[in-house]
């Protein structure tokens, strides 16, 4: 089986788009119109992931929250590459066996913010 044409718009709807492939038919079984579902096996790929959850993304930065002992949590910038399922990859900017805040990392970040803006203002 070859993959002859993917078109390129995508229903919203659905999820789905139009896909040609050339496939053996000797008895005719498949005919004009017809669909169905395609799983393609792809090669693995070994990367680093943490839980999605755990990758903040600003718009202007993403990062995650690393532990760095003692109940504090240091916030990490990293280059996050595709999410799988609820796995998030990082391509860069953590090293493997570090441990990250793998939920609340929202909260955590709010509460850095708050911390630091209290500490500008004097009130600390």
Known sequence: MTIDVIEP????????TRVRLVVANPDVTLRPGAWGDVVFALPAVHAMVVPADAVIDTGTATYVFVDAGDGRYEPRPVVAGRVVD???EVRDGLREGERVVARGGVLVDSESRLRAALVEGGLR
Do not use: L
């Open 86 to 88: 609820d796995q998030r």
């Open 9 to 16: 718009h995508v229903d919203a709807e659905t999820r789905t």
